[in-house]
C-alpha cells in the first residue's frame, strides 16, 4: 500500500511527490486522467519534429532563487528572454504597453509630452495597472489611459474572460499593465528560461524516483471513494490510511455540491508552416478584430534547429465540465463566496489535503505553484528533514 495518493501529476502533484519520495522515502501513486504526466506545461514533438506545448506557451520565469534551484536538479535551461507583440492600428508594438510602444504609435511631440508626464507622475522601470492610469486627472494621461484601455486591453479582456475588465478581480486586471520602460521583455524576473529538452523531460526526471508510480488515463474516483463524514478513504476497495493530496478541481471532488466554479477555457489551433520563422517575437497578441487573442511560434521559445515551423492560435471559451479543460478561474465576489463554501468543507476533512491552481481556485504561474508545493512541503515536514 501507498503512503501517500495525489491526485494529478502536474507541477504540484510532480513536486510533492518527488519530495516526499526523496526526502522522507514515502512509496506515492500519482493518479491522472490525462494520458501524460506534467499537466498544462505538458510538450511534445509534432508531426514535423517541432517540439510543442500542447495546452499553449509556457515560459518559465521566477525570482525565487529556491524553485529556480529546484528545478534545476531536473534540467538545464536554455536562455530565453520572452517578447510579445500586440498589432495596434496596423502596426505591432511592445506587450505591456511601454515607452517604445508609445513612441511607434504616436507623434513625437505627443509622446515626448505623454513619457514626461507619466515618468513626472509614477517614475520610471514601473509597472501601472490600466485601470489606475485611467484615474489621473491630467487630460494628456487620461486621453493616453483610454486609447490603451481600447485599443490593448478592452476587446483582448473580453476576448479572453467574456466580461469587461471592470467586472473582474484586480489581481487579473493587474497582470497587464502599462510599463513605463523601455525594456521590451514582457517579464523581468531574474531567472529565466525554457528546460533545454523540454517540460516532459524535466517532468520524467522529477519523478524516475523508485518510490514514485503513476497511473495515467485514469479518472481518481474510479479507484478511490472519500466519506468525507467519516473522514475515511477507500482504494480499490479497500481502507486506506495514508494521506490523499487532490490537485483536481474542487467542486469536483465534492460533486458539485454547491454549484459548479466557473472558468475559462481555450482552444488551440496548431498550423504548420514551410518558413523557418514566421513571426518576429515569440507571441503576438491580436487585441481587436479578431476572434482569437494571441498567435505564439515554438521555435522562437524553443531555439529547436529544424525545417518548417508550427504556431498555435489560442481562442477562449467557456468551460464546459467534460468536454473541454479549466484553464483560467473567473474571480469575482460571487464566485470567490463559492469557492469559499468549498474550501471550508475541504479544510474538514483532515485526511486530504487540497493544493493547486485548481484545488484552490487561483491563477498561478508555473514558478508560483512549484513555490506553493514546496512552501506545503516544508510547513508539513520540514522539521523531520
Known amino acids: 500500500m501507498?503512503?501517500?495518493?495525489?491526485?494529478?501529476?502536474?507541477?504540484?502533484?510532480?513536486?510533492?511527490?518527488?519530495?516526499?519520495?526523496?526526502?522522507?522515502?514515502?512509496?506515492?501513486?500519482?493518479?491522472?486522467?490525462?494520458?501524460?504526466?506534467?499537466?498544462?506545461?505538458?510538450?511534445?514533438?509534432?508531426?514535423?519534429?517541432?517540439?510543442?506545448?500542447?495546452?499553449?506557451?509556457?515560459?518559465?520565469?521566477?525570482?525565487?532563487?529556491?524553485?529556480?534551484?529546484y528545478l534545476s536538479q531536473f534540467t538545464d535551461w536554455r536562455t530565453y528572454q520572452h517578447e510579445v507583440l500586440g498589432l495596434i492600428d496596423g502596426h505591432k508594438v511592445p506587450v505591456p504597453f511601454n515607452l517604445n510602444s508609445l513612441h511607434q504609435l504616436f507623434p513625437s511631440s505627443l509622446a515626448n509630452r505623454l513619457e514626461e508626464k507619466l515618468i513626472g507622475h509614477f517614475g520610471y522601470n514601473v509597472k501601472v495597472p490600466i485601470l489606475k492610469l485611467r484615474e489621473v486627472s491630467d487630460s494628456d494621461l487620461q486621453y493616453l489611459a483610454q486609447y490603451v484601455y481600447e485599443k490593448v486591453f478592452l476587446n483582448y479582456t473580453v476576448k479572453q474572460w467574456g466580461v469587461k475588465p471592470e467586472e473582474l478581480d484586480p489581481t487579473v486586471t493587474g497582470r497587464v499593465p502599462v510599463y513605463i520602460s523601455r525594456d521590451n521583455r514582457y517579464f523581468q524576473d531574474v531567472y529565466q528560461g525554457m528546460p533545454s529538452h523540454g517540460y516532459t523531460k524535466m517532468f520524467?526526471?522529477?519523478?524516475?524516483?523508485?518510490?514514485?508510480?503513476?497511473?495515467?488515463?485514469?479518472?481518481?474516483?474510479?479507484?478511490?471513494?472519500?466519506?468525507?463524514?467519516?473522514?475515511?478513504?477507500?482504494?480499490?476497495?479497500?481502507?486506506?490510511e495514508g494521506k490523499l493530496i487532490y490537485t483536481g478541481p474542487i467542486d469536483y471532488f465534492f460533486d458539485y455540491k454547491f454549484g459548479k466554479l466557473p472558468y475559462r477555457s481555450l482552444r488551440f489551433q496548431f498550423e504548420h508552416w514551410k518558413d523557418d520563422l514566421?513571426?518576429?517575437?515569440?507571441?503576438?497578441?491580436?487585441?481587436?478584430?479578431?476572434?482569437?487573442?494571441?498567435?505564439?511560434?515554438?521555435?522562437?521559445?524553443?531555439?529547436?534547429?529544424?525545417?518548417?515551423?508550427?504556431?498555435?492560435?489560442?481562442?477562449?471559451?467557456?468551460?464546459?465540465?467534460?468536454?473541454?479543460?479549466?484553464?483560467?478561474?473567473?474571480?469575482?465576489?460571487?464566485?470567490?463566496?463559492?469557492?469559499?463554501?468549498?474550501?471550508?468543507?475541504?479544510d474538514s476533512i483532515e485526511p486530504v489535503i487540497f493544493a493547486g491552481r485548481l484545488a484552490e481556485y487561483q491563477y498561478f504561474d508555473m514558478d508560483a505553484v512549484v513555490a506553493r508545493a514546496l512552501g506545503l512541503f516544508n510547513q508539513l515536514y520540514g522539521d523531520v528533514i
Open 2 to 69: 501507498f503512503d501517500y495518493i495525489i491526485v494529478g501529476a502536474g507541477f504540484v502533484g510532480s513536486t510533492l511527490a518527488e519530495r516526499l519520495a526523496s526526502q522522507l522515502n514515502k512509496k506515492v501513486l500519482i493518479i491522472e486522467q490525462r494520458n501524460h504526466i506534467g499537466g498544462n506545461a505538458y510538450d511534445c514533438y509534432d508531426e514535423h519534429g517541432v517540439l510543442i506545448h500542447q495546452y499553449g506557451p509556457h515560459i518559465f520565469h521566477t525570482r525565487s532563487k529556491e524553485v529556480w534551484d
Open 204 to 240: 520524467e526526471r522529477m519523478l524516475a524516483h523508485p518510490n514514485i508510480k503513476v497511473m495515467l488515463n485514469t479518472d481518481y474516483k474510479e479507484l478511490m471513494a472519500v466519506d468525507t463524514e467519516a473522514q475515511l478513504i477507500t482504494f480499490m476497495n479497500q481502507p486506506f
Open 278 to 346: 514566421v513571426q518576429d517575437v515569440g507571441t503576438v497578441n491580436y487585441n481587436n478584430n479578431y476572434n482569437f487573442t494571441r498567435m505564439t511560434e515554438f521555435k522562437h521559445l524553443t531555439g529547436q534547429k529544424v525545417d518548417g515551423s508550427t504556431t498555435v492560435k489560442e481562442f477562449s471559451q467557456d468551460y464546459v465540465p467534460g468536454q473541454n479543460d479549466a484553464y483560467y478561474p473567473i474571480k469575482n465576489d460571487g464566485n470567490l463566496e463559492l469557492y469559499k463554501k468549498y474550501k471550508r468543507l475541504g
